[in-house]
């Protein structure tokens, strides 16, 4: 482990390369799995009655609904 | 949520003749080309087979299509295998252009039509929102693109001034 930053800026771009390189199925089951998150994300970060200003997501249908 | 079932619908509907041609644009599509990147929807960009006797286009039948499949409208979007799905009209000479153009790849044996990494970086300019840039950063920076095709593009579709302004911002070490 270093705190160099130029090894960490290289460190993240590999691991971009590694993840763009990955074949296409792998990456669009990515997207399925990191759209699940997003959205349990965005139901639990603030109370529906809150004053936040926030961006409503499209409308989704999970397995349970 | 499985977007590879929403490809498996899209190709099914083109075979049964509800849309002409389609393919996948938006953050989606760049996935073909870069690392995923979160996203909450599904841009698919597509042209129609006119009805004979009609120069008029309607998305109707697409949504009479995929509801009786058990697809659900919401909004401007109709949700399929729990993705919300937008379609868009290819409304520009860039859009017809990038539709045309289109490449098919294969997901796991099913075929998928997407638009190529120059016309994803293309469309990106011409919308020109913030992500629109970050995700042309990500093309450039991934050395994505093939330098005299996207140049290509930008020519033809009055795009350069827009290129050179991108460049001065992002991509110029001057102040």
């Known amino acids: ?65 | 949520m499985d977007i590879k079932e929403v490809i498996a619908t899209i190709n099914q509907m083109q075979a049964d003749g509800i849309v002409e041609r389609y393919a996948i644009g938006g953050a989606v599509g760049a996935t073909f080309y870069l690392e995923p990147v979160a996203t909450l929807d599904v841009d698919i960009f597509v042209a129609f087979k006119p009805e004979s006797g009609s120069l008029i286009v309607r998305p109707q039948p697409l949504f009479d299509y995929l509801k009786a499949r058990g697809a659900a409208m919401q909004g401007g979007y109709i949700v399929v295998a729990g993705w919300p799905v937008q379609f868009l009209p290819s409304g520009s000479p860039l859009l017809v252009e990038a539709l045309r153009e289109s490449v098919s790849k294969d997901v796991d044996g099913t075929p998928a039509q997407v638009f190529t990494a120059e016309h994803l970086a293309a469309i990106a300019l011409q919308t020109g929102r913030a992500k629109d840039k970050a995700r042309l950063l990500q093309f450039i920076e991934a050395d994505a693109l093939d330098p005299g095709r996207f140049q290509g593009i930008l020519a033809r579709h009055g795009l350069t001034a827009a290129w050179r302004k991108f460049e001065r911002q992002f991509l110029s070490d001057a102040p």
Do not use: G
């Open chain 1, 1 to 65: 482990m270093s705190f160099d930053l130029q090894k960490m800026l290289e460190s993240k771009r590999a691991l971009r390369r590694n993840l763009a390189a990955r074949p296409v199925a792998e990456k669009l089951r990515m997207l399925d799995a990191l759209r699940e998150r997003e959205l349990a994300i965005r139901r639990n970060a603030a109370p529906p009655d809150s004053n936040y200003l926030r961006e409503e997501p499209p409308p989704c249908r999970t397995k349970s609904q």
